[in-house]
C-alpha cells in the first residue's frame, strides 16, 4: 500500500525559507506525478506544485515565484521549498499522488504536515 | 484561474435522507477530444487528508459506497449521497484538473446530520 510522510520543521520564522520532504513508500517515484497541496487551518485546498520523477514540474503561478519543487529517486522522496514567507503561509502541507487517471487528480495523500510561520 | 464555486457553504441533511452538492466552474472543465469531464470529488473529515471520493465527474473510486455518485458536465456538477449515513458527515470539495494553471478546488461544503 502506498505510504506519504511529510516531513520538515513545523515552525519557521517570517521571510525564511520553508523546506519540506515528502518520503514514499509501497511505490516506485518514477510512476506517477507527486504534488504539494496546502491547506491554512480552517480553510480551503490549495495546490502548490506537481513534479515528475524526470523533473517535469508545474508550479501555480501564484507561488510559482518562491517555490522549488525536486525529487530525489535514489531516496523515494519529493521536497518543497517556499522563499520568503508570511504568516499567509501557515497551513497543512500535503504530498499527494496523482494518476494513474490525469497529472491532477490526487488518489494518494499523506497525513499533512502543519507549518506556522511566526516568529 | 479556473474557480470553482460551491454551494451550499452547509448543508444539514437527516440521516436517511438525501443530500445535494452542487460545483460550478468558471469555464468548461469538459475535454471535448475525449468527451470527459476533469472534475473530481473529494471527502475530508477532521484531522485527516482529503479522501478521493470521484473522478471524471461521474466515476467512483474503488471501495467508495454506491450511495455517493456524481453528475454533471460542462461547467455544472451535482455530488448527491442518496441516503445519508453518520459517517458521511464531513467537507466535501470539488476540483478541476483540466488545467494545471492552477488546478483548482471549490471552497468546501460542510455536511452536517
Known amino acids: 500500500q502506498v505510504q506519504l510522510q511529510e516531513s520538515g520543521p513545523g515552525l519557521v520564522k517570517p521571510s525564511e525559507t520553508l523546506s519540506l520532504t515528502c518520503t514514499i513508500s509501497g511505490d516506485s517515484i518514477s510512476t506517477y506525478y507527486w504534488s504539494w497541496v496546502r491547506q491554512p487551518p480552517g480553510q480551503g485546498l490549495e495546490w502548490i506544485a506537481y513534479i515528475y520523477y524526470n523533473g517535469n514540474t508545474n508550479y501555480n503561478p501564484s507561488l510559482k515565484s518562491r517555490v522549488t519543487i525536486s525529487v530525489d529517486t535514489s531516496k523515494n522522496q519529493i521536497s518543497l521549498r517556499l522563499s520568503s514567507v508570511t504568516a499567509a503561509d501557515t497551513a497543512i502541507y500535503y504530498c499527494a499522488r496523482a494518476g494513474p487517471v490525469a497529472t491532477g487528480y490526487f488518489t494518494f495523500w499523506g497525513q499533512g504536515i502543519l507549518v506556522t510561520v511566526s516568529s | 484561474d479556473i474557480v470553482m464555486t460551491q454551494s451550499p457553504d452547509s448543508l444539514a441533511v437527516s440521516l436517511g435522507e438525501r443530500a445535494t452538492i452542487n460545483c460550478k466552474s468558471s469555464q468548461s472543465v469538459l475535454y471535448t477530444p475525449n468527451n470527459q469531464n476533469y472534475l473530481a470529488w473529494y471527502q475530508q473529515k477532521p484531522g485527516q487528508p482529503p479522501k478521493p471520493l470521484i473522478y471524471w465527474a461521474s466515476t467512483r473510486e474503488s471501495g467508495v459506497p454506491d450511495r455517493f455518485s456524481g453528475s454533471g458536465s460542462g461547467t455544472d456538477f451535482t455530488l448527491t449521497i442518496s441516503s445519508l449515513q453518520a459517517e458521511d458527515v464531513a467537507i466535501y470539495y470539488c476540483?478541476?484538473?483540466?488545467?494545471?494553471?492552477?488546478?483548482?478546488f471549490g471552497q468546501g461544503t460542510k455536511l452536517e446530520i
Open positions: 476540483q478541476q484538473y483540466y488545467s494545471a494553471l492552477p488546478y483548482t
